[in-house]
């Protein structure tokens, strides 16, 4: 479970300071899932789902950001996204996490990833426990200190405080990264509140329910198939009305089906001979950051700019697909393959 450090919340500034923390985590998730699912090069049925289910993660995990800039801007704040301070360096705490307790990495897809890593960061208060067909449910207490519980102090002081709908309503990004239901402008506490419920609720769904308001399976449930094996579907039999079906089991070979990138490649420091990846990699920096750059100016009053980084996003696929293609000839991690750093630079 990630487990998040207590924040103050007694003054506006802390409150401020709070938003940007959650702003900060919500992106911090996405250059681990990314890299995941750049890995995964098999054209299996099961790996077609798992990166159609990491993909929709991530896409999440970007209207989680779009959302908690929306609040921030919504009680007159200002989202930082542009700078170093911005992007863990991974490997690395999330941001606000207790330190020692989960260190993120940057790797290649695996099973042990999804279990010990993706798991443990969108593992809610209660882990509802999904029968197989035909067998009984269950509730696992956990220790409630998830990325809910930040959300939850949040939402208290929102309710406590509507005087602080002050910010400007141009601010506001919408159509972007989202799904019928999910595009919420925040102007006032109700709209706060539905934001935060969204954001909650797609990682981790209720004590009571797999699903979030849109009825999809929450984040930590679709990881779970991957660490069960097989896939959940609904099934009316069920107290929770979707079980885990044998019959559509989930097989991926982390050798076979996965490009072998070298872990945490921002560690890495390539040989001559592999020149190529060092540039491949200097390129991807530069791209990863420009798409930062847009969504800062997007987030703050120019919301066109968002437009400008999606654009990029496309260039970043190109350039991260080329960089997976570069295999090591020197040093000790020959014959694996380079990856994105997911660094910012000026």
């Not at 919340?9 to 802390?14: E, F, I, M, Q």
């Not at 690395?92 to 330190?99: N, T």
């Not at 990325?147 to 972007?176: C, K, M, N, S, W």
């Not at 089991?249 to 020149?275: E, F, G, H, K, N």
Request: charged share 20%.
């Amino acid at each position: 479970m990630l487990r998040i450090k207590p924040q103050p919340l007694s003054t506006v500034a802390d409150l401020y300071a709070a938003l940007q923390n959650a702003i900060r985590l919500e992106h911090s998730t996405i250059p681990p899932y990314l890299t995941a699912l750049a890995t995964l090069s098999g054209n299996s049925p099961s790996v077609k789902y798992a990166r159609k289910v990491i993909r929709d993660v991530v896409t999440e995990e970007m209207l989680h950001m779009t959302l908690a800039c929306n609040v921030l801007n919504a009680i007159g704040g200002h989202p930082a996204i542009a700078g170093s301070n911005f992007v863990p360096s991974y490997p690395h705490e999330l941001p606000m996490g207790v330190a020692g307790d989960l260190v993120v990495h940057l790797k290649r897809y695996s099973k042990d990833l999804i279990e010990n890593t993706f798991m443990r960061i969108e593992e809610p208060e209660i882990v509802l426990d999904i029968p197989t067909k035909k067998t009984e449910l269950a509730l696992e207490a956990v220790t409630p200190l998830t990325i809910g519980q930040f959300y939850a102090l949040i939402r208290g002081q929102l309710v406590a405080h509507p005087e602080l709908f002050t910010g400007d309503p141009a601010l506001q990004v919408t159509g972007f990264f989202t799904a019928p239901g999910e595009n919420i402008a925040v102007t006032d506490v109700k709209s706060a509140l539905l934001a935060i419920e969204t954001i909650v609720e797609q990682g981790e769904g209720t004590p009571k329910s797999l699903t979030d308001l849109q009825n999809e399976i929450a984040h930590y449930y679709r990881f779970q198939q991957f660490s069960k094996g097989m896939e959940i579907v609904q099934d009316p039999a069920s107290p929770l009305k979707f079980s885990f079906d044998p019959g559509k089991p989930l097989t991926i070979d982390d050798t076979a089906d996965v490009i072998q990138m070298v872990d945490d490649p921002s560690r890495i420091t390539y040989d001559a001979a592999d020149w190529r990846a060092e540039q491949l990699s200097v390129e991807c920096d530069a791209s990863y950051s420009r798409i930062l750059n847009a969504l800062h100016f997007g987030f703050n009053g120019k919301p066109d700019k968002v437009s400008d980084a999606v654009g990029t996003m496309f260039e970043f696929k190109t350039i991260v697909g080329e960089l997976l293609q570069q295999q090591l000839t020197a040093g000790p991690n020959a014959g694996q393959f380079a990856g994105p750093r997911f660094r910012y630079v000026l």
